[in-house]
C-alpha cells in the first residue's frame, strides 16, 4: 500500500503542527466549522501556517456556512486547500476552485450511498472524505455500510482512526489516504504530538514491503 495520503485534522498549536509536518503528513487542517471543540480563527490558522512546509496542504473544514463565509476565511487563513463538510453543491466547490483553492468533500457513508448515479459521477473526479455520521466524534467508519462500494478515484477514510486500528482500516478499505482528528487527541480537542507521531507512523508502516495488517491485508 504505497504512497498513503496523511492528513491531520483539527490543530491548534505550533508544537502538533511541527509534530505533524517533522512525521511526514501531506496536510494539516484548521476547523472553521461552529460548534466544534477544535474551532479556531483565521488570523490564528494564518499564524500556525507560517509554520507550514511548502508541500504540506493546509486545509480548512467548513460545514454548512454561506460559501461567501468560506471564501473570506479561507483567503484570511491563506488556506491551500477547502473541504466543505455539510450539505454544500458541485457548484460550490467548483466556485472554490475558480477561487484558486483545492478541496475536499466529505460525506458520511450513508449520504455518500444515498448519492443517485448520476451525482455519484459527477462527484467521482473530485477528492472525496468518507466520514463516520458525526465527524470528529471518534466513531468508526465502517466501509461495508457502502452499498455503491468505494469511490473510484482519490478518497480519504476517516472517523474512529487511531494508531492501533488505522493498519486494519485501511487494509480492508484500500482508500487513497487516511484522516485523522480525536484519534491523536489527550482528551477531547486537545491533539497530543506523541499520538500524531505514532498514528503517522503507522500509516507509514503500511507502505513498507512485506508489511502485512490483519487477515484482508493485500499489502
Known amino acids: 500500500m504505497a504512497g498513503m495520503y496523511v492528513k491531520i485534522c483539527g490543530l491548534r498549536t505550533v508544537e502538533t503542527i ?11 487542517g484548521f476547523v472553521f466549522a461552529p460548534g466544534s471543540p477544535r474551532t479556531i480563527t483565521a488570523d490564528a490558522a494564518a499564524a ?40 454544500e453543491s458541485f457548484a460550490d466547490i467548483a466556485r472554490l476552485r475558480l477561487e484558486g483553492f483545492r478541496t475536499l468533500r466529505a460525506f458520511s457513508a450513508a449520504a455518500y450511498s444515498a448519492l443517485d448515479v448520476e451525482a455519484r459521477l459527477a462527484w467521482e473526479s473530485e477528492r472525496i472524505l468518507l466520514d463516520a455520521v458525526e465527524p470528529g466524534a471518534g466513531v468508526a467508519f465502517d466501509p461495508g455500510t457502502l452499498e455503491a462500494g468505494t469511490p473510484p478515484g482519490f478518497w480519504l477514510l476517516a472517523g474512529g482512526l487511531t494508531a492501533e486500528n488505522v493498519g486494519q482500516l485501511a487494509s480492508a478499505a484500500r482508500p487513497s489516504g487516511v484522516d485523522v482528528s480525536s ?6 480537542g486537545v491533539k497530543d504530538a506523541r499520538l500524531i507521531r505514532d498514528f503517522i507512523g503507522a500509516v507509514r508502516a503500511l507502505e513498507q514491503p512485506g508489511c502485512r495488517q490483519g487477515p484482508q491485508s493485500k499489502i
Not at 484519534?183 to 477531547?188: F, K, L, P, T
Open 18 to 28: 511541527a509534530a505533524a509536518a517533522e512525521a511526514g503528513a501531506d496536510a494539516v
Open 48 to 87: 500556525l501556517g507560517r509554520g507550514v512546509p511548502p508541500g504540506v496542504e493546509t486545509v480548512g473544514v467548513f460545514r454548512n456556512q454561506p460559501i461567501g463565509e468560506v471564501l473570506a476565511t479561507a483567503h484570511r487563513a491563506r488556506l491551500t486547500t477547502v473541504q466543505l463538510h455539510g450539505d
Open 183 to 188: 484519534g491523536v487527541e489527550s482528551s477531547r
